[in-house]
């Protein structure tokens, strides 16, 4: 027996919601859990909006 999996589109997407904290990507038409994020990752984001300190530029 084969299980045929629908795709979800775009729309379905950015509408779905399972209720929990765990977030998705989408890939090829289905979901793909994400690792829950750690502290070295917020860390990384928040120095990645900063300006870079060896820019000579004001």
């Known amino acids: 027996m084969t ?4 795709k979800l589109t775009l729309e ?4 779905y919601n399972d209720g929990t904290d765990t ?5 090829d038409g ?3 859990e994400m690792p829950p994020e ?6 990384q984001v928040l120095e990645a909006g900063k300006p870079d300190r060896r820019d000579p530029s004001p």
């Open 12 to 15: 379905e997407y950015l509408a």
């Open 23 to 27: 977030k998705y990507e989408l890939v």
């Open 38 to 43: 750690t502290k070295l990752t917020a860390v």
């Open 3 to 6: 299980t045929v999996t629908k």
């Open 30 to 32: 289905e979901l793909v």
